[in-house]
C-alpha cells in the first residue's frame, strides 16, 4: 500500500471519527427540541442552567436570561421575558437591556420590578395573555432547604414559575422550587422543567415525587449543577414520564 494510500484512509478515518462524535454530541445536548403545538412547533432553547428560550414561529421567549449561563451572541431579540425570582442566576438586567425591543413584553416579582421599572409585576396566581399564549404564575419556595434556621433559600411568596398555554399544549418552569403541594396539584402539563440542585432545590427523589403527582409527558431536570442525572431517569424508568436530559447544568 502506498503512502497516498495510507494518508488517504487516517483523513477518512478521521472524518469519520469526528462525525460520529458531532453526532453523538449533538444527540445528548441538542440545540434544541422541537415540540408540537396546535399553533405551530415550538422550538424549546436550551441555552444553560435556568435560562431557555422558546420560540414560536417568530415569537421569542426568554425565561431568566442570564450572561453567566450561557452564550447569547447572535441570539434574536425578546417578544416575551419572564424572570422567576431576583437572584443573580435568574435576573440579568444588563442582558436583558440588550435583548429588549421596543415591544418586549417583560413578567415578573415585585422584588424584579422593584430593579427593572419596565417590567410588570406578577403573582401566584395570576394569569395574563401576550401574542396568543397565555401565562400563568404559580408559587415557587422551598419547604425542606434553609440557608439557616427560619430561613429557605427561596421563601414562600417572593418567587413565581410559570405555565405556558402554547395552543393545545402547557409548558411548565418551575423555577427554583421544591415538591411543593402546588405544583404537585398541577393538572394537564405536557412538558416540564424542575429544578434538580442541592441545597437550594430538588433531590431527584423529590423531581420524581412531583412529577409522578402531576404526570407531564415530557420531563426536562434543570440548572441540575453536579447532580447526577442518571438518578431521575431510573426513578422514573416505566412510568410513562419521558426524561430528557440536556446541557442545563
Not at 477518512?12 to 396546535?38: E, G, H, L, N, V
Not at 402547557?170 to 398541577?186: C, F, H, Q, W
Request: glycine content about 6%; proline content about 5%.
Amino acid at each position: 500500500m502506498t503512502n497516498t494510500c495510507r494518508n488517504m484512509k487516517r483523513k477518512i478515518f478521521f472524518i469519520i471519527f469526528i462525525a460520529m462524535t458531532i453526532s453523538s454530541y449533538s444527540q445528548k445536548y441538542p440545540a434544541f427540541d422541537t415540540y408540537p403545538t396546535s399553533a405551530g412547533d415550538v422550538e424549546m432553547h436550551f441555552i444553560g442552567h435556568g435560562s431557555l428560550m422558546f420560540k414560536l414561529n417568530n415569537y421569542i421567549i426568554y425565561v431568566d436570561p442570564v450572561s453567566s449561563s450561557g452564550n447569547y451572541d447572535n441570539r434574536p431579540k425578546a417578544d416575551l421575558i419572564l424572570v422567576t425570582h431576583e437572584h443573580s442566576d435568574h435576573l440579568d438586567a444588563d442582558l436583558i437591556a440588550r435583548l429588549r425591543k421596543d415591544e418586549t413584553i417583560f413578567y415578573s416579582t415585585e422584588k424584579v420590578v422593584s430593579q427593572v421599572k419596565w417590567a410588570k409585576a406578577m403573582k401566584a396566581g395570576d394569569t395574563n395573555i401576550a401574542g396568543g399564549i397565555t401565562i400563568e404564575a404559580v408559587p415557587a419556595y422551598n419547604i425542606v432547604n434553609l440557608r439557616a434556621m427560619g430561613q429557605p433559600f427561596h421563601p414562600k411568596d417572593n418567587g413565581i414559575g410559570f405555565i405556558l398555554s402554547i395552543g393545545d399544549k402547557r409548558i411548565y418552569v418551575a423555577g427554583d422550587s421544591e415538591n411543593t403541594p402546588e405544583m404537585k396539584a398541577l393538572k394537564n402539563i405536557d412538558v416540564a422543567f424542575l429544578p434538580m440542585n442541592l441545597p437550594y432545590t430538588m433531590t431527584p427523589e423529590m423531581v420524581a415525587d412531583a412529577a409522578l403527582a402531576f404526570n407531564p409527558g415530557i420531563l426536562y431536570p434543570y440548572h441540575f449543577g453536579d447532580t447526577n442525572t442518571d438518578k431521575i431517569i431510573e426513578l422514573l424508568k416505566g412510568t410513562g414520564i419521558e426524561v430528557r436530559i440536556r446541557n442545563l447544568k
